[in-house]
T-cell receptor, first 110, second 113 residues
Framework: GEDVEQSLFLSVREGDSSVINCTYT??????LYWYKQEPGAGLQLLTY?????DMKQDQRLTVLLNKKDKHLSLRIADTQTGDSAIYFCGRSGGYNKLIFGAGTRLAVHP | GAVVSQHPSWVICKSGTSVKIECRSLDFQATTMFWYRQFPKQSLMLMATSNEGSKATYEQGVEKDKFLINHASLTLSTLTVTSAHPEDSSFYIC?????????FGSGTRLTVV
């Protein structure tokens, strides 16, 4: 998905906050999503945000959307080793397609 | 919540044979399902949109004769990799549109030897 971009790797210490960033080019996206993928598994929906919202919080997860800059971020508070995974940013596109970025591999170390 | 069942979870086949992967929505009807391919360096590529009762819509660069998609019922879509070759080895994931967004299957690891 060349129109959705993410940094490929993030390393954080256990207990710190993680911030995963995503940029996209298509401003017509209605919903923006964050999915988590653990090794050898499918994708698990973490959260999503409607395009007319600026922020959404769900327990340890905070999503920020800057629609003007087409920038989406996912903040994970108090990151734990179980949070180690690949995180995909996705946007809804035409014909209900879900287009992903390349994924950010989050490594949590003690 | 919505559940999508995908199987097999892994398959090894000989070069030149065909492999069928099934994707089922267990507790909801899905008129639209999607097939993705995940490459070793983790990126997910949308291959095609599977439409119940009509032809699938393929993304640019995806060979429709190579990757046959059938969506004959509201709960089942199948992807058949025809005349598989080692370069088709990959992780294939399906998803279905539901009320909450998109639910994904657990993926199929295909290895062609």
């Amino acid at each position: 998905g060349e129109d959705v971009e993410q940094s490929l790797f993030l390393s954080v210490r256990e207990g710190d906050s993680s911030v995963i960033n995503c940029t996209y080019t298509d401003s017509s996206s209605t919903y923006l999503y964050w999915y988590k993928q653990e090794p050898g598994a499918g994708l698990q929906l973490l959260t999503y945000i409607f395009s007319n919202m600026d922020m959404k919080q769900d327990q340890r997860l905070t999503v920020l959307l800057n629609k003007k800059d087409k920038h989406l971020s996912l903040r994970i508070a108090d990151t734990q080793t179980g949070d180690s995974a690949i995180y995909f940013c996705g946007r809804s596109g035409g014909y209900n397609k879900l287009i992903f970025g390349a994924g950010t591999r989050l490594a949590v170390h003690p | 919540g919505a559940v999508v069942s995908q199987h097999p979870s892994w398959v090894i086949c000989k070069s030149g044979t065909s492999v069928k992967i099934e994707c089922r929505s267990l507790d909801f009807q899905a008129t639209t399902m999607f097939w993705y391919r995940q490459f070793p360096k983790q990126s997910l590529m949308l291959m095609a949109t599977s439409n119940e009762g009509s032809k699938a819509t393929y993304e640019q660069g995806v060979e429709k004769d190579k990757f046959l998609i059938n969506h004959a019922s509201l709960t089942l879509s199948t992807l058949t990799v025809t005349s598989a070759h080692p370069e088709d080895s990959s992780f294939y994931i399906c998803s279905a549109r539901d009320q909450g967004g998109y639910t994904f299957g657990s993926g199929t690891r295909l290895t062609v030897v």
